[in-house]
């Protein structure tokens, strides 16, 4: 008997130690830790991290375009004659591309604040602009009548055209195949069609953004089920953040493999941690591919 005490008061000796261990090491980020946070905004739409390390605010509700240092310090900001704008990319040459929804209008600002590109859509509402590596622009759209996502040229001229009744995209990415992702706000998640309007890929439900990741999965953040999820090609969910968000309606993945959140009714951007929510760390801090667990989802194609 004294023996056998003495075993289990060892086992429990070295147990306390491994816990003291495990306590002590540092760990990965996990995906419930918010790393960066700006709040006070109204509405914020999209959110992109600069190539300076600031960060580029859409925000639909003060009608306005901002960027913010990492210490929360607004450095720039355009707001002339914006109605609930949508969507800001900072281009290349260092410019603003913005959808200006209710103007109906793209506009390129530079950094003085003037307008020096301008593609006006008629009645048509723009969500999202992407200026394209061939020099062109990839515009998601709607109107009362239905939905398109158009390629126009320096020129204005329009050169490819997907119209719809049964997706409403919010916004669109031309991808190297070639083909174009979108973010359906109607129900059909992340839709990706080629250039013929052929659907050959679709997940999910009413989406804001669409993102695919140089591996091959998508970021999509549904705001109808308030998260974003990282999905593989065959439907598997392999990453999820769903803490406390309200209508996300933009997330992109960081270089430094975080994700930056548009939480739009929350009225702030987050910036969380990717690794924890569904698997098991290994020996390095990553998720090993086999204690991925399906999320039981089925793939919807059609």
């Known amino acids: 008997m ?120 008629g009645w048509y509402y723009p969500m999202d602009a992407d200026r394209l590596v061939n020099g062109n622009t990839l515009i998601s759209t709607h109107n009362m009548e239905g939905s398109k996502i158009i390629e126009v040229d320096p020129s204005g001229s329009e050169v490819w055209q997907f119209y719809t ?44 953004d669409a993102d695919r990741l140089t591996d091959g999965n998508t970021l999509i953040a549904e705001t109808g089920n308030d998260r974003v999820i990282e999905v593989t090609t065959d439907g598997t969910i392999v990453w999820e953040y769903n803490t406390g968000l309200n209508n996300p309606f933009d997330a992109d993945r960081l270089e430094n493999g975080n994700t930056l959140i548009a939480d739009r009714d929350n009225n702030r951007i987050i910036e969380v941690g990717t690794a924890g929510i569904i698997g098991d760390f290994n020996s390095d801090g990553y998720v090993d591919a086999a204690d991925l667990q399906p999320s039981g989802r089925p793939l919807a194609l059609c």
């Not at 003291?20 to 540092?26: E, S």
């Not at 031309?174 to 997940?203: K, M």
């Open 165 to 208: 009744y049964m997706y409403y995209p919010q916004n669109a990415d031309r991808l190297p195949s070639g083909n174009t992702l979108f973010a359906d706000g109607f129900g059909n998640g992340a839709v990706e069609i080629t250039l013929d309007g052929t659907v050959v890929w679709q997940y999910g439900s009413g989406a804001g």
């Open 2 to 121: 004294k023996n056998n005490y003495k075993k289990i008061s060892r086992g429990f000796f070295l147990l306390a130690i491994g816990m003291a261990l495990i306590a002590w090491l540092p760990g990965p980020a996990m995906a419930d830790e918010i790393l960066w946070e700006y709040t006070g905004l109204n509405l914020p739409q999209d959110a992109d991290r600069l190539d300076n390390g600031n960060t580029l605010i859409t925000e639909y509700g003060n009608n306005r375009v901002i960027e913010v240092t990492p210490d929360l310090n607004i450095v720039w900001e355009y707001n002339t004659g914006l109605n609930q704008p949508w969507d800001a990319d900072r281009l290349s040459n260092g410019n603003t591309l913005i959808s200006d929804e209710w103007n109906n209008r793209v506009i390129e600002v530079d950094q003085s604040g003037t307008i020096v590109w301008e593609y006006s859509l």
